[in-house]
């Protein structure tokens, strides 16, 4: 049937989808990189490492949950 010869190809609508957004996102690095360049060189510096940081506590706790989640996997499943 046609409909499952078309099914899986992206239509040119859901493909440039991404793209704006893809656009937009680099547009918005853009204007953020230039503004950045204009700040003192010592807190940009300091600014990366919260930025770091914050990213690490957030990659903790997903860990943590995961953790947690294999825990609690591991007491249910298994035979005593």
């Given at each position: 049937?046609?409909?499952s010869s078309?099914?899986?190809?992206?239509?040119r609508?859901?493909?440039?989808?991404?793209?704006?957004?893809?656009?937009?996102?680099?547009?918005?690095?853009?204007?953020t990189?230039?503004?950045?360049?204009?700040?003192?060189?010592?807190r940009?510096?300091?600014?990366?490492?919260?930025a770091?940081?914050d990213?690490i506590?957030?990659?903790?706790?997903?860990?943590?949950?995961q953790?947690?989640?294999?825990?609690?996997y591991?007491?249910?499943?298994?035979?005593?």
């Amino acid at each position: 049937s046609s409909y499952s010869s078309r099914c899986c190809v992206p239509t040119r609508n859901s493909v440039n989808q991404p793209n704006k957004a893809m656009q937009l996102v680099l547009a918005a690095t853009v204007i953020t990189s230039a503004a950045a360049s204009h700040t003192n060189p010592i807190r940009r510096v300091v600014s990366l490492l919260q930025a770091m940081q914050d990213k690490i506590e957030e990659e903790g706790k997903r860990q943590d949950k995961q953790m947690d989640k294999f825990i609690c996997y591991c007491k249910h499943n298994t035979e005593d």
